[in-house]
C-alpha cells in the first residue's frame, strides 16, 4: 500500500526565512504525489502535484517541490516565509485503484510564521 | 462551477439520533470521497466512490456508518446511532479522471455529538 510520512507535526519559522516541510513516500509504483494547505475553518486546496513529467514542482503562492527518488521525499520549500503562509500543510499520493485517484494523507504539517 | 457543496457546515445532534450529512460534488467528476478530519486521527478516508460505485469502504468505522451516491451528483453520509466519538469536521471531494487529477475539496460539516 501506498503511503507518505510527514516529519514534524509543527513547524515555526520566521517571516523571511526559508521554509521547509517534509514529506517521504512509500509506494511501489512511481506515485504521484501531492501537497495541500488547509486554511482555518477551511477544505483543503491544492498547493502543486507531481505527475512525473519534471522533478522540480512549482504551485501556488510561491511554494515548490523535489521529487527525489533516491531518498523517496517530496519536500516543500519557499524561500521567504510570509504571515499569511501560517497554515496546515499535508502531503499526499495517489493510488489510482478502482480507476480513480484515491489520495493517502499525511498527518499534516502546521506551519507558524512568527514576526 | 461552485465547488464542491457540503451541507449542512454545522450539525449539533444528540447521541443516539440519526445525522446525514450531503455533498454535492462538481459537475463531470467521477470520483467522489468522504473524509473525517480529528486532532487525535488526523485526515482519515472513509469511503471513495468512483462512477458512483464504492470502490473502496475500509475506512467506514463501523456498521453505524453509511454511504450512498444515488448519482453523479448527489452522495450522504450517515451516522446511526451517532455517538460523542463520532464528532469531527467530515469533509467530501471530487476529482475527474485517474492517478494525478486533482481532488477539491468542500468546506466541511462540523459534526459535535452531544
Known amino acids: 500500500a501506498q503511503s507518505v510520512t510527514q516529519l514534524g507535526s509543527h513547524v515555526s519559522v520566521s517571516e523571511g526565512a526559508l521554509v521547509l516541510l517534509r514529506c517521504n513516500y512509500s509506494?511501489?509504483?512511481?506515485?504521484?504525489l501531492f501537497w495541500y494547505v488547509q486554511y482555518p475553518n477551511q477544505g483543503l486546496q491544492l498547493l502543486l502535484k507531481?505527475?512525473?513529467?519534471?522533478?522540480l514542482v512549482k504551485g501556488i503562492n510561491g511554494f515548490e517541490a523535489e521529487f527525489k527518488k533516491s531518498e523517496t521525499s517530496f519536500h516543500l520549500t519557499k524561500p521567504s516565509a510570509h504571515m499569511s503562509d501560517a497554515a496546515e500543510y499535508f502531503c499526499a499520493v495517489s493510488d489510482p485503484a478502482g480507476g480513480g485517484n484515491k489520495l493517502t494523507f499525511g498527518t499534516g504539517t502546521q506551519l507558524k510564521v512568527e514576526l | 462551477d461552485a465547488g464542491v457543496i457540503q451541507s449542512p457546515r454545522h450539525e449539533v445532534t444528540e447521541m443516539g439520533q440519526e445525522v446525514t450529512l450531503r455533498c454535492k460534488p462538481i459537475?463531470?467528476?467521477?470520483?467522489l470521497f468522504w473524509y473525517r478530519q480529528t486532532m487525535m486521527r488526523g485526515l482519515e478516508l472513509l469511503i471513495y466512490f468512483n462512477n458512483n460505485v464504492p470502490i473502496d469502504d475500509s475506512g467506514m468505522p463501523e456498521d453505524r456508518f453509511s454511504a450512498k451516491m444515488p448519482n453523479a451528483s448527489f452522495s450522504t453520509l450517515k451516522i446511526q446511532p451517532s455517538e460523542p466519538r463520532d464528532s469531527a469536521v467530515y469533509f467530501c471531494?471530487?476529482?475527474f479522471g485517474q492517478g494525478s487529477a486533482e481532488a477539491f475539496f468542500g468546506q466541511g460539516t462540523r459534526l459535535t455529538v452531544v
Open positions: 509506494s511501489s509504483v512511481p506515485p504521484y
Open positions: 459537475s463531470g467528476h467521477n470520483s
Open positions: 471531494a471530487s476529482s
Open positions: 507531481y505527475t512525473s513529467a519534471a522533478t
